[in-house]
C-alpha cells in the first residue's frame, strides 16, 4: 500500500533552488549549480525524512551565492527554514577579499557549526558532503593541482578545514554520511 507523504514544502523548495541558481555553473565542474544542492538534500534523506530540513538543504547557497536574502526565505519558507539557510551561510566582509577574509570566515563557520542545533548539523552534514565528495573525485584525478581552482590554494589549510567541520559535526558519528565524510577527509588528506 502507498502511503502518502507531502513533499508540498519540499518541491516548492526545490524550484525556488532551481530558480535562484538558474543559469549557473559548479565552481570549475561544468555542471549547472543545483546538482550541489540537490545532492546536499540526498544526503540529509539518509538521515532524516524531515520535510523542513531537506528543504533548508535544498535552499542552503541561495543566500550565499544568490540574490536571495535571508528575508526572501523567511517569506517564503518560515523561520525555521530561514534559520537553517542562515546558518549554513558564509559571513562575508565587505571590502574583504574571498581570499583574504578564507580562514577567518571558515574559522568562524567552524564555531558557528559546532554551537549549533542538530537540525542545523543535519544540514551542513549535507553540504559539506557533498563538497568533500566533489574533492575527492577531483582529488582523484588531478591530484594536488585540484587546490589550484580554490582561492586558497594550500593543501594544508583545506585539510585543517574539513577536518575542524568534522569535529563539529561529531555529533552525528553515528550515520553513514558523517562517516562517509571522514573516510573522504583521510582518504584526501591522508
Given at each position: ?7 508540498d514544502l519540499?518541491?516548492?523548495?526545490i524550484v525556488f ?5 538558474h ?13 550541489h ?19 533548508a ?6 543566500i ?6 535571508v528575508?526572501?526565505i523567511r ?9 537553517l539557510?542562515?546558518?549554513e ?27 549549533a542545533?542538530?537540525?542545523a548539523?543535519?544540514v551542513?552534514m549535507?553540504d559539506?558532503l ?7 573525485r577531483d ?6 593541482k585540484?587546490?589550484?581552482?580554490f582561492?586558497?590554494?594550500d593543501?594544508a ?7 575542524s567541520?568534522a569535529d563539529?559535526l ?17 582518504e584526501?588528506?591522508?
Amino acid at each position: 500500500m502507498n502511503k502518502y507523504l507531502n513533499t508540498d514544502l519540499l518541491d516548492r523548495a526545490i524550484v525556488f533552488a532551481v530558480n535562484a541558481h538558474h543559469n549557473t555553473e559548479r565552481r570549475g565542474k561544468g555542471f549547472p549549480y543545483i546538482v550541489h544542492p540537490l545532492e546536499a538534500m540526498e544526503i540529509v534523506a539518509t538521515i532524516t525524512p524531515d520535510q523542513e530540513l531537506l528543504a533548508a538543504a535544498a535552499l542552503h547557497d541561495t543566500i550565499e551565492d544568490t540574490d536571495v536574502t535571508v528575508e526572501d526565505i523567511r517569506c517564503e519558507f518560515g523561520d525555521r527554514i530561514a534559520e537553517l539557510v542562515h546558518a549554513e551561510s558564509d559571513q562575508f566582509t565587505e571590502g574583504v577579499s574571498e581570499q583574504d577574509s578564507w580562514h577567518d570566515r571558515k574559522q568562524a563557520a567552524i564555531d558557528r557549526l559546532a554551537a549549533a542545533s542538530h537540525d542545523a548539523k543535519i544540514v551542513a552534514m549535507g553540504d559539506k558532503l557533498s563538497n568533500m565528495r566533489a574533492i575527492w573525485r577531483d582529488y582523484k584525478q588531478v591530484g594536488d593541482k585540484l587546490w589550484l581552482i580554490f582561492h586558497v590554494t594550500d593543501k594544508a589549510s583545506h585539510e585543517w578545514h574539513y577536518r575542524s567541520l568534522a569535529d563539529s559535526l561529531s555529533e552525528l558519528r553515528d550515520t553513514f554520511a558523517y562517516q562517509e565524510f571522514v573516510r573522504l577527509i583521510d582518504e584526501v588528506f591522508g
